[in-house]
């Protein structure tokens, strides 16, 4: 039961965090169920999961809630996100890594090169430039030799709906601008430069979180996903 249990929480963890299911929609266990072909007591039991985790609520009556954040939560966990990115970043570059490592960052920058060699964003090349943007930064974390460290990037990332998609694929320059730092970050580790290294990830994840909090504010969000200081929905 408690395999069952984990299966269903990372599927379901997965869902909200993909945005199958929207910030602030209540969750009712016989349709969660009857969706993922279980019975009702590993999703409740996957519910409590994910409450614990920060990404559901439980609402008084109601059951549960995918969790609505706040601006400044938002704002907070980018800022939190940078300073630990920015670390794993120094950790690799003081401690050096292994040429696998920087094999790796080579090919996620080979990656991103390709797909912006054309001067603009197809939308057929989010998914791809997501995908080397994930694998970038998880080789880094992985590579700080810190396991905490990873584990709380991770964790600190799980905003529904957030999580690795606010990608603003319209703005050519502004993605060309975050896959440079990319380049900027391998380089600083290479060359073992940790305070280079730690300055241009922290500028970089802080950064994303600027441009972050301007679309949330923008009358492009949708409207699910716009949210006012009181962490409610707009």
């Known amino acids: 039961m408690r395999t069952r249990s984990t299966s ?4 379901l963890r997965a869902m909200i965090l993909e ?3 929207m910030p602030g929609e209540h969750l009712q266990e016989v349709p969660v169920a009857e969706a993922m072909g279980v019975s009702r007591t590993p999703v409740r039991a996957a519910f409590a999961a994910l409450e614990r985790e920060g990404l559901l609520d439980y609402v008084p009556k109601r059951g549960f809630a995918v969790r609505v954040f706040s601006h400044a939560e938002i704002a907070d966990k980018y800022f939190v996100r940078s300073v630990l990115e920015g670390a794993a970043a120094g950790l690799c570059a003081r401690n ?3 040429d696998q490592v920087l094999a790796t960052l080579d090919e996620a920058l080979a990656d991103g090169d390709r797909i912006l060699a054309g001067g603009r964003l197809d939308p057929e090349d989010l998914p791809a430039y997501r995908l080397m943007n994930n694998h970038f930064h998880g080789a880094i974390t992985a590579a700080s030799g810190s396991a905490s460290t990873a584990e709380m990037v991770q964790q600190i990332g799980q905003i529904p709906f957030l ?7 319209h703005d050519y320059r502004l ?3 975050s896959h440079d730092d990319h380049h900027r970050i391998r380089d600083a580790i290479a060359t073992r430069d940790p305070s280079r290294a730690e300055a241009l990830m922290r ?3 802080g ?3 600027h441009v972050v909090q301007q679309y949330l504010n923008s009358t492009a969000a949708p409207e699910h996903l716009r949210v006012v200081d009181d962490g409610t929905a707009s």
Request: charged residues 30%; without cysteine; glycine residues 12%.
């Open 96 to 98: 050096g890594v292994p």
């Open 19 to 21: 945005g199958d299911y």
């Open 8 to 11: 269903v929480a990372d599927r």
């Open 175 to 177: 993605i060309d601008r």
């Open 163 to 169: 999580s690795d998609r606010i990608i603003l694929w």
């Open 207 to 209: 950064f994303m979180g």
């Open 203 to 205: 500028e970089h994840v």
